[in-house]
């Protein structure tokens, strides 16, 4: 039995020193599943996948329009997501967003101040921005600079963006 717990310590101790966590407890290169089980327990349900993209919507969550995965097809693990907001949301809610991006990835940030978006920079690949779309609604992406080829919308996703839907083309 003591080795059960031990496991169980070390299981989760492993799981901790994992890649960092982003928004709804998300990581680059998690499986598919684990991603989706994350979402599922937290009232998302995938609505429509398009190419290498899954959205996931919510009946519960008021505040977030949508969450989409960037899966990479062949290895099916999580290369990027992003966070669509509520146009209606109160600026403190936009806020608290920040508030906990600051909580999970630290307070050194890269503002751009044209472009008025916030950027965590993981490492030489990896980024998460906040910052809003010409629609008007808070957006977070998390990208994958050694992945473009992932990042590279279908044509059905672009013509929604062109109709206002959430901005997704860049990070």
């Not at 600026?91 to 906990?100: R, W």
Request: with cysteine; aromatic share 14%.
């Amino acid at each position: 039995m003591k080795r059960f717990y031990l496991l169980i310590i070390l299981l989760s101790l492993a799981f901790c020193l994992n890649a960092q966590r982003g928004l709804f407890g998300i990581a680059y290169d998690d499986p598919l599943n684990t991603a989706d089980s994350l979402l599922c327990y937290q009232g998302f349900l995938a609505s429509d996948i398009e190419g290498n993209l899954i959205t996931y919507r919510s009946d519960f969550n008021q505040f977030v329009d949508a969450v989409i995965l960037i899966v990479d097809p062949i290895t099916e693990t999580v290369v990027g997501w992003f966070v669509s907001y509520n146009r209606e949301n109160t600026q403190e809610l936009d806020e608290y967003v920040l508030e906990q991006l600051h909580k999970m990835h630290g307070e050194n940030v890269n503002i751009d101040k044209e472009r008025e978006k916030i950027s965590w920079i993981f490492d030489e690949h990896r980024v998460a921005v906040y910052g809003y779309a010409p629609s008007g609604n808070l957006c977070v992406y998390y990208y994958d600079f050694s992945r473009p080829e992932l990042f590279q919308l279908p044509p059905s996703v672009e013509e929604r963006i062109k109709n206002n839907e959430p901005d997704i083309t860049e990070p």
